[in-house]
Structures are given as structure tokens and as C-alpha cells.
């Protein structure tokens, strides 16, 4: 079974280990003692907790069939006379999109304001971590 420590959870739902260890001492999310006496997640466990704070319906304008949706800040917007970049920073991840000087007009995307990165992709590639780093603290109970 894959056990996560606290740390390493937090980092993979971009919150603080505080605020994961408030969500296990709250019992919205189970923990397990290592064998060093330490609170370690349980993959599934932590897993099926993403599962449903990714249910809690959001507010939408409209429907869609994309379900990639990253809430974050916009920290970057370059124009030019027919097209922008524009950069979002959703907790840990950075993203870049590419648009119409006019769609960014019309959503009155500026730096500090608040943005909706929705992905919709035909290929999406999974990797398993193949370095120490990204390995470090699992273990089997």
C-alpha cells in the first residue's frame, strides 16, 4: 500500500502541512501510524478525499465538457496588437495561454485579477517519478 507523509501530501493538494494535519485531526481524512509512529495517509484514502473536494460543484457560466478546471491568479499579461500571453498560477502549477488580445479585453484579464484555466486536451501523458526525490518517503505498511 502507498503512504504519503504529511508533507508530501500537502504538497500533491497545494495546501500547507497545517492544513492537512487540521483536515485529519477534523476527521475529513483518515491517518495511519508508520512505523516510527508517524501520520501517513494511505494512497486510496487520500486519493478518494481528492475525489470529492473536486465534486463540490462550482459556479459556471455555462456548461462545458471539460472537466480540467484550475482556479488561480493571474501574474503575467503581455499584449500585442492581435494576440496576448497570459500567465496563471493555480497553487503550485504555472500556466500559459496563449489568446486573442480581444478575449483578453473582453474578460478584463489584468495582473491580480482572478481567472479560470479550463483544459480540455486529446493526449494527456502519465509518468511515474523515476528519481529517489519522487519516491522519498513512500513505504509499504
Known amino acids: 500500500m502507498t503512504v504519503f507523509r504529511i508533507g508530501e501530501a500537502a504538497e500533491l493538494l497545494g495546501v500547507s502541512a497545517d492544513t492537512m494535519r487540521r483536515w485529519i485531526d ?18 486510496v484514502a487520500l486519493a478518494a478525499f481528492v475525489r470529492a473536494q473536486a465534486a463540490e460543484p462550482e459556479e459556471r457560466a455555462d456548461e ?6 484550475l482556479r488561480g491568479i493571474v501574474t503575467a499579461v503581455v499584449k500585442d496588437t ?33 481567472a479560470v484555466a479550463v483544459i480540455k486536451s486529446t493526449t494527456v501523458v502519465v509518468e511515474r517519478p523515476t528519481s529517489n526525490a519522487g519516491n522519498r518517503g513512500r513505504s509499504s505498511l
Request: proline fraction near 4%.
Open 26 to 43: 477534523a476527521g475529513r481524512l483518515p491517518a495511519l501510524r508508520d512505523e516510527y509512529g508517524h501520520r501517513v495517509i494511505d494512497g
Open 82 to 114: 492581435v494576440m496576448a500571453q497570459v500567465d496563471i498560477q493555480a497553487g503550485p502549477f504555472r500556466l500559459v495561454s496563449l489568446m486573442s488580445r480581444e478575449a483578453v479585453d473582453e474578460l478584463g484579464l489584468e495582473v491580480g485579477s482572478l
Open 64 to 69: 462545458s465538457s471539460a472537466r480540467n478546471r
